[in-house]
């Protein structure tokens, strides 16, 4: 029986129970309010940058000043990092409520740390710096989150760019045990950079770090990164540590202990071809040094290094193969390759293909160019002389000419219209329709090869249209083409009977890859041919290119107002036609000759001079002696460019 206060403390406990029941459900309202604000402010970033980028690629592939192009490179890499911070919110934001999943397949860990740092090199660039790849391993499969690996390794890479102006930055890989059926991994990444002071080691995780606070310029957004890192790697069952010393560099770490995949490693071919022979490196990088020697001794190679020209010159051993670091590049060293290339193949060891490189390799008829980070099937590639596989001399495999009829799904007008002609531009046919009503109108009476296909449309979206198309019957391939990244999003297109998922903002090469990858065709290509003007006078460049424009309409015209430009459009570009001016900044008319000359690729060129020289001048007589079509002469005479050029074309 209660006692008459025992109604008032039932009534306060249950009144503290509705309190709390409330307070429970307006945080979850809470944090779904919030989480369906991120997805809708991820949908409303994504389609106006899908723009910007889409049209940055196709703006990319126009006539363009030195100028210009600079500045389109910067807006594409701002556009890049606008990207990759979007990516990074809605990452964020799915790990801190809880909707986050890792995807576990079968990876070779070895070979995702090469990829990495493959498509990071490009940062060396104009830098004292190199990137290394220490691995224990030549290959390891495992079973584990491949991209969300890659996404740690992006990020602790990317923040040490960003602090190391010279020096290295190294990624190593240590197999410190096997039990059972896993491995335990460590994976460290250490840089020469600025590091990072002792009293701001323990807010570097924070998801934003005020400039002012931390003393670098750089470091505005670099919290975020390393955030998400660190979550990623506590849901691998990981932590990352990290050690620094200002004015000496940073070291992160991780180790992972992951299931070992049944998957067969990739047989190594190789070893028979170079067994019993010699290399050498001639590097001042102790650590390249090492990293090479490690990598030749496991091709069974006899090797030896060198950290200077002259102790390469002090030996008396042959060597089958000598690989010679660019930055160590000796003029009067040329010589002495000559007698050396009698005997020995000569390589270069460079952080990546630049037209310098490119042009030493030609000139002086040297056997390849290795890259760095050394990687195994880089050096195996090269030695092979198996150049169609090297990164110097690949080019896309031939696929078949034939283009897909595409049906477009999307009613956002500028998306529209860019992503038709992105479709167009790669050699496919395209049908537009502006909702999921029209698109199941329109397939009553037509068949598509792949359907691109928008999610929130008005009258009808995307997943309901998949869901009438698949129950016509209809067989098309569907691709989402949408501004919605979250993982729910990709399920549940895919259970909608979506066969594939592109998230905007998209590129043309991920719209050639999907096309590819469910169709097997490559776009029809229209046969242009190309025609570069050679001119450092602007004035004169224009007046010819106006000329060409009217009289030979199909012609794709593209200007260099260098002749180290012009070298570099020769390899891009692939012009069929030159009209080229002898007198020209760094390189003139003679040495672009020579480059063309000493390369078999580009040996149907068919140059025309644009030169005020006397007939006498031994630069013109050097110039005839290459093969040139013909000498229109200086003065922008509009008949002598017609009939120099129209039997050509013609």
């Known amino acids: 029986m209660t006692g008459p206060g025992d109604s008032n403390e039932e009534f306060e406990l249950t009144k503290s129970g509705k309190l709390l029941l409330k307070s429970k459900l307006d945080k979850n309202f809470e944090i779904t309010n919030s989480r369906n604000f991120i997805k809708h402010m991820s949908h ?108 740690i390794l992006n990020n602790l890479l990317d923040n040490a760019f960003k602090f190391t102006s010279e020096g290295q930055i190294v990624c190593q890989l240590k197999n410190i045990s096997e039990f059972n059926d896993y491995v335990q991994l460590e994976i460290i990444i250490e840089d020469s950079g600025t590091g990072i002071p002792k009293e701001k080691m323990e807010s570097i995780y924070t998801a934003f770090i005020e400039p002012d606070s931390f003393n670098f310029e750089e470091i505005d957004k670099i919290g975020l990164g390393l955030k998400i890192s660190s979550k990623l790697a506590n849901m691998m069952g990981a932590s990352i540590y990290v050690e620094s010393e200002p004015n000496k560099g940073t070291r992160f770490s991780f180790e992972l202990t992951l299931p070992k995949s049944d998957k067969e490693r990739k047989k190594d071919t190789a070893l028979s071809k170079f067994k019993g022979k010699s290399i050498c490196l001639v590097d001042k990088n102790e650590v390249s040094r090492n990293i090479f020697a490690r990598i030749c001794k496991d091709l069974q190679l006899k090797v030896d290094t060198f950290k200077s020209y002259n102790d390469f010159l002090n030996t008396e051993q042959h060597f089958d193969f000598v690989l010679f670091d660019l930055n160590m590049l000796q003029v009067e060293a040329i010589d002495d390759w000559k007698s050396l290339s009698e005997e020995s193949s000569i ?34 590639s090269n030695l092979s002389n198996d150049f169609k596989q090297s990164a110097l001399t690949s080019s896309l495999i031939q696929r078949n000419d034939l283009a897909a009829n595409i049906l477009l799904v999307e009613d956002h007008k500028v998306n529209q219209i860019l992503t038709e002609n992105i479709l167009n531009k790669i050699g496919h046919k395209v049908t537009v329709v502006n ?22 449309m008005p009258v009808m979206g995307g997943i309901d249209a998949t869901r009438v198309i698949r129950e016509l019957g209809k067989k098309e391939v569907i691709v989402a083409l949408t501004a919605n990244a979250f993982k729910t999003s990709r399920e549940e297109c895919l259970k909608a009977g979506m066969n594939d998922y592109l998230s905007k903002p998209i590129d043309i090469q991920s719209i050639k890859t999907v096309i590819y990858k469910h169709t097997g065709k490559d776009g029809q290509k229209k046969k242009i041919e190309r025609l570069l003007i050679v001119e450092d006078d602007r004035t004169a460049a224009l ?108």
């Open 44 to 151: 409303e970033i994504r389609t106006p940058l899908n723009g910007i980028v889409g049209y940055l690629d196709l703006l990319s592939d126009t006539e363009m000043s030195f100028e210009q192009r600079s500045m389109i490179t910067t807006i594409k890499s701002c556009s890049d990092s606008l990207k990759e911070l979007v990516n990074q919110v809605l990452d964020l934001s799915q790990i801190e409520s809880g909707k986050f999943e890792l995807n576990n397949i079968h990876f070779d860990i070895v070979e995702t740390i090469y990829e990495v740092t493959q498509q990071l090199r490009h940062k060396t660039h104009d830098r004292n710096l190199e990137l290394h790849v220490d691995s224990d391993l030549d290959s390891l499969n495992l079973i584990g989150d491949r991209q969300r690996i890659k996404q």
């Open 347 to 380: 390589y270069l060891a460079a952080k990546d293909i630049q037209l310098n490189s490119f042009i030493m390799l030609k000139k002086y008829k040297l056997d390849g160019i290795i890259l760095k980070p050394f990687h195994k099937d880089e050096i195996i």
């Open 435 to 456: 909702n999921g009503l029209e698109a199941v109108g329109i397939l009553k009476d037509k068949s598509f090869d792949l359907i691109f296909m928008d999610l929130d």
């Open 543 to 650: 007046l010819i290119r106006k000329l060409i424009n009217k009289n030979f309409p199909s012609l794709h015209v593209k200007v260099a107002s260098t002749g180290i430009e012009a070298c570099s459009l020769i390899g891009s570009f692939r012009p069929h036609y030159i009209i080229l001016d002898m007198i020209l900044p760094d390189l003139d008319g003679i040495g672009v000759l020579k480059f063309i000359h000493e390369n078999p690729k580009y040996m149907h060129i068919k140059v025309i001079l644009n030169s005020a020289l006397p007939d006498s001048d031994p630069k013109l007589i050097e110039a005839l002696n290459y093969g040139v079509a013909s000498n229109i002469g200086k003065g922008i005479c509009r008949q002598s460019i017609l009939d120099s050029l129209t039997p050509l074309i013609n």
